[in-house]
């Protein structure tokens, strides 16, 4: 009988590997942005298309490599970051495996550049199915930017596997914030489809989580700060009014690691118990830092999951941290938030941390799952009975994971919607378009009827046709017969200087002129002709108060603006071909369904619905 066990080949080896690592392209992303930072990046910008399906970027002006560890770096096990195993009980660094570039060059095709500092020339490499195809000088910025498309081109398995662009892309931006958020002195930006989401720059943690979270924040964060021997925490939880029926802004740090922790984030809800409503969640956003020993961080690399040398403590740790921070703000009244007295008399509390607490750890359990790979962590059996209720108390919320909405980016479901949306409808080619109260249209569908809002619906339209023009091709300019003086105030003045280059992409003409501060030469093309002066002063105008939670770009900010204030308002009478260009544009749109601020664009009544309004 002839043997049957043989060696997987290694292109399949290093693919179940990967499988491991990069399970979607969230994954990837958030490697990539650990290993900027990693690198001592003071700037680290993310660029994705299509959900990161065809393309992720990170481009970091960090340390760069040398041009022999440029090719290393895809090796399975290449990592600058431990060379003994003793370094594994002080890790600061996010990465440390040497797993991730060897897993993405597995299944993507892979672009890295790359300079250092003292280095004349940078380095080009190309990687697919895991060999380098390409290895050449070049000239680069100083830091490293690293490509790669179509993720899982060669798994076609995984890629099927995928979930809808709206889906990976809520992963990737929880990616993006939690390393965002652990790292508020680096300059962070997300750039999706050309489109700029987030444009973070360098700031506190306070400030980094108002950007994020929105400015509705800003007045309703509680500072938490308790530092011990043993560890400390710092950090914000939000007052009890920003608690949330869904789990959202719920954000634990360890030593600058995002970790999802049911005990830890029981602990913070026990400290408000009898503060908010039973069923709903409070924010926070805690940093715990303690020694590197006291945790174990080798656990599944995408889990974020860690395991504490001492659970007990941190629990404890927090909760007493919490409810401090709850009572002197004399949000709670007066609690007990002591740590419990059999804890506080422990060694580990009371004592500072040793050498030779550092050889205990050593010979400690927690020592031995470093050998073993990708070993999940199970609570011993003893401590069983305790876990219970809070696994009760997580279990409905996780449900709800996914769905939370951050700083007014628009929900999943909706977006699922959109994409749906614009191409089952079928809109007839030659219909009747019927305007309602001068706000509404009706559009006929093979199945039933749409009402579309003609506001909101063209501010969706300008506002797909501005972004494309302020990020790709400029936008035609109609020229004005006569030239029109702008007088501005100052401020408003410097405000316009600034906008000046966006607003030319956008078809603007505008000219610093020496009796007036500006004249207008020329205005996008479908800016009505006499209103021009008008429409600057009130875009200035919109653009100073311009209000969101979302701590949106200059451009980005612009773009919004001049989409809602040259949308057609409602009130305004609309001929058959205004209606019909109106609602063809939309459904061009890559978003139909909603404006930018997430309002619905239009609501779809099926014929079936109808049906069932006269109950037949
Ligand atoms: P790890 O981060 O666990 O070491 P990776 O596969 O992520 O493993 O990266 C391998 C090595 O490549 C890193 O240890 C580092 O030396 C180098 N490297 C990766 N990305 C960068 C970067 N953006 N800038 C500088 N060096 C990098
Ligand atoms: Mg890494």
Request: no cysteine; net charge positive; proline share 15%.
């Given at each position: 009988m002839s043997n049957i066990i043989h060696l997987l080949p290694d292109h399949i080896a290093n693919q179940i590997a990967a499988g491991e690592v990069i399970q979607r392209p969230a994954s990837a992303v958030k490697e990539l942005l650990e290993n900027a930072v990693d690198a001592g990046a003071t700037k680290v910008k993310l660029l994705v298309n299509d959900a990161g399906k065809a393309l992720i970027q990170v481009i970091d002006n960090g340390k760069g490599m040398s041009a022999e560890d440029a090719t290393m770096a895809f090796e399975r096990h290449a990592t600058s970051k431990i060379s003994h195993i003793d370094d594994l009980f002080k890790?600061?660094?996010?990465?440390?495996?040497?797993e991730a570039l060897a897993s993405i060059a597995a299944v993507a095709q892979v672009e890295l550049k790359t300079k250092r500092a003292e280095d004349e020339l940078g380095i080009l490499v190309e990687v697919e199915h895991s060999k380098i195809i390409k290895q050449e000088p070049c000239v680069a910025p100083e830091g490293t930017s690293i490509s790669m498309k179509n993720l899982f081109f060669n798994v076609p398995a995984r890629r099927n596997f995928l979930k809808s662009n709206a889906a990976e892309m809520r992963h990737i931006m929880d990616e993006f914030i939690r390393v965002a958020m652990a790292y508020p002195e680096i300059f962070f930006s997300l750039n999706s489809n050309g489109q700029e989401v987030y444009h973070l720059e360098a700031g506190n943690h306070k400030q980094r989580i108002v950007q994020i979270l929105g400015n509705s924040y800003n007045a309703k964060l509680v500072n938490v700060l308790e530092e011990t021997d043993y560890m400390n925490i710092s950090g914000f939880i939000g007052k009890?009014?920003?608690?949330?029926?869904?789990?959202?802004d719920q954000y634990f740090f360890v030593n600058n690691r995002f970790i999802k922790s049911a005990y830890l984030n029981h602990a913070v809800n026990a400290a408000f118990e009898g503060m908010i409503a039973k069923d709903s969640f409070p924010s926070y956003v805690l940093y715990i830092d303690l020694d590197p020993t006291q945790i174990d961080i080798n656990v599944h690399p995408t889990k974020q999951e860690i395991k504490f040398e001492d659970e007990k403590i941190i629990y404890a740790f927090v909760q007493a941290a919490v409810k401090h921070a709850l009572a002197q703000f004399s949000i709670a009244p007066s609690l007990d938030f002591s740590l419990n007295a059999d804890i506080q008399g422990l060694d580990a509390v009371s004592k500072p941390f040793t050498r030779n607490d550092q050889e205990a750890a050593v010979s400690s359990s927690l020592y031995k799952t470093f050998s073993q790979k990708h070993q999940a962590h199970f609570i011993e059996p003893s401590q069983k009975s305790e876990l219970k209720s809070w696994k009760d108390f997580f279990k409905p919320s996780e449900q709800t994971d996914s769905t939370g909405t951050i700083g007014g980016y628009s929900s999943e479901p909706v977006l699922e919607e959109a994409y749906t949306g614009g191409k089952l409808?079928?809109?007839?080619?030659i219909q009747h378009y019927l305007q309602l109260q001068l706000t509404y249209i009706i559009a006929t569908t093979q199945t039933g009827f749409l009402l579309v809002h003609q506001q909101l619906a063209h501010e969706r339209v300008l506002y797909e046709q501005y972004s494309q023009a302020v990020h790709s091709k400029q936008a035609p300019t109609q020229k004005s017969l006569f030239p029109i003086p702008l007088d501005l105030a100052a401020s408003d003045s410097v405000l316009l200087q600034e906008l000046l280059p966006d607003l030319q992409l956008i078809g603007y003409q505008i000219e610093k002129d020496e009796q007036h501060q500006f004249v207008i030469q020329g205005t996008p093309a479908d800016i009505v002709v006499g209103n021009e002066k008008h429409a600057i002063e009130m875009l200035i105008e919109q653009f100073k108060h311009f209000n969101s939670d979302i701590n949106f770009s200059k451009k980005e900010k612009l773009v919004r603006c001049m989409a809602k204030q040259q949308s057609i308002k409602t009130g305004v009478t609309l001929d058959q071909k205004e209606m019909s260009g109106l609602v063809n544009a939309l459904f061009e749109c890559?978003?139909?369904?909603?404006?930018?601020?997430?309002?619905?664009?239009y609501i779809e009544y099926k014929g079936n619905y109808l049906e069932q309004l006269f109950e037949r």
């Open positions: 890790i600061k660094t996010m990465g440390f495996r040497g009890p009014e920003t608690a949330r029926k869904t789990r959202g409808l079928n809109i007839p080619t890559n978003t139909p369904n909603i404006t930018p601020t997430g309002k619905p664009t």
